[in-house]
């Protein structure tokens, strides 16, 4: 069992999500984000109900590079290492491409994609070192082609981490004596403060335990990718993958 698990975006959502289904496992947690507060209810109420496991918390932002590597270092001493990394801080923050929207745009970028990349950077290096562990990228359904609008930029985010997660796992093809694992997930449309106000989305999401049950049960299997939910998303990223940028613009 993967029993020492990190987690970045671990205030809200998915992340707050996914820590709920992994302490109910017994899984010892390490939890991560800018809001504290946040991070020490959950603290507090995963303890109480699951008095076996160890959770600690660490405010980090994840556009603070050189903090990345030193919180993750920190987990690594509370824990006693770390056997999962969960790269899932995220923000969907932006505007169509040449409307201003820039220093959004720019936000979302950097959170998304740079600093996803610190995450991944500070988890191998722990991996390579103890020759085992398991790396989980949070991407998005969105990853699968150009987006318009608002989600363009967070689209490209989404894709360029899965394709990072696709590099990071062609490094380890044929190296011995290694037991490290590389997983990208594709989220479809879950319950989250992400979707806060946003009405149309609602007749395909689900709630955010029923998504967290179903991306955990992924991590579990420690699969290459995965659509989750499966239905309707796996088939829904076929059709995106291969219809025609007219169409696929009206499906999101
Ligand atoms: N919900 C969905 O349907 C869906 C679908 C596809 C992909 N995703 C992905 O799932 C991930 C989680 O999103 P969510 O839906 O759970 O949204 P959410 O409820 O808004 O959670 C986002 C999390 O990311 C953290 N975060 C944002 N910026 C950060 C920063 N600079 N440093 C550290 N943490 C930061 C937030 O924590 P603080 O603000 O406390 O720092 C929060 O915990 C994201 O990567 C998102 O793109 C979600």
Redesign the pocket.
Known sequence: MRKNVLI????????AGMARVLAAKGHHLALT???VD?LEALQAELLADHPDIKVVVHA????DHDQVFAVFKRAIVDLGGLDRVIV?????KGGRIGTGKFEANKQTAE??FV?ALAQCEAAMEHFYERKSGHLVV?S??SAMRGMPSAMTTYAAT?AGIALLAEGIRSDLIGRKGLDIKVTTLF????A????EGIQQEARMMVDTETGCRALVKNIEREVVDAAVPTWPWAPIGQVMKHAPLSIVRRMV
């Open positions: 970045t975006g671990a205030s809200s959502g998915l992340g984000a800018r809001r946040r980090l932002d994840v556009n899932n801080a995220g923000l969907g959170t998304n600093a949070i998005s359904m989404k989220p479809g449309y879950i989250s403060e992400m979707h």
